[in-house]
């Protein structure tokens, strides 16, 4: 059975670049399928920031483009998401996810991780 | 990007009662690759439906989605106590993928 897990720090300060890890168990991410990050705030919904895919193609949102990049870690069996530049409205629940089809897919959840961005 | 929007924003129900909900698409979703995912309070979104109409392993056949193009639905025939919940729709046929607003269903 696949699992994600979230990890990083849940605090931020302003400027800075927000770092999180999603741990894969039960599928190796470099077999297949696209891994992705999505966001959740009261302000914005959901939002779905990017994915790469497990030959490492990426594919952002247009309005995180400048801010966002994503990468694998295949001898750790993880991926990982920077967001660079971070403010208060960065702050979120954030989701790694596993997807099937496409790369906007988002099939399989991880439990998310609360960051809030504040001096 | 396409622009969901799911209506209505709340619906009053009794356990029992059949939930009708809708996501509209301000362009016609590619492959029909729409999601319905259920939220309750705390937890992760679960896919519920994807591809308009294809329930996810381990859900009841008592949810179902339907449509295409720009306009989709997902009932649920008789509401039991655990799906009093928050409802989004997400279209992941082109990227961004992006997700409806929500509908709460709420016990009347």
């Known amino acids: 059975q696949t699992q994600l897990q979230e990890s990083g720090p849940g605090l931020v300060k302003p400027s800075e670049t927000l770092s999180l890890t999603c741990g894969v168990s039960g599928y190796f991410i470099n077999s297949g399928h696209f891994w992705g990050w999505i966001r959740q705030s009261p302000a914005k919904g959901l939002e779905w920031m990017g994915s790469i895919s497990h030959s490492g193609n990426t594919y952002y949102n247009p309005s995180l483009k400048s801010r966002v990049t994503m990468s694998l870690d295949t001898s750790r069996n993880q991926f990982s998401l920077n967001l660079s530049s971070v403010t208060v409205a960065d702050t979120a629940v954030y989701y790694c996810?596993?997807?099937?089809?496409?790369?906007?897919?988002?099939?399989?959840w991880g439990r998310g991780t609360l960051v809030t961005v504040s001096s | 990007e396409i622009v969901l929007t799911q209506s209505p924003g709340t619906l009053s129900l009794s356990p029992g009662e059949r939930a009708t909900l809708s996501c509209r698409a301000s362009q016609s979703v590619g492959g029909n690759y729409l999601a319905w995912f259920q939220q309750k309070p705390g937890q992760a979104p679960r896919l519920l439906i994807y591809?308009?109409?294809s329930r996810d392993g381990g859900i009841p056949d008592r949810f179902s989605g339907s449509g295409s193009g720009t306009d989709f639905t997902l009932t649920i025939s008789r509401l039991e106590s655990e799906d009093f919940a928050v409802y989004y729709c997400?279209?992941?046929?082109?990227?961004?993928?992006?997700f409806g607003q929500g509908t709460r269903v709420e016990i009347k």
């Open positions: 997400q279209q992941y046929g082109s990227t961004p993928g992006t």
């Open positions: 996810a596993r997807g099937i089809s496409t790369p906007s897919a988002a099939g399989l």
């Open positions: 591809a308009a109409s």
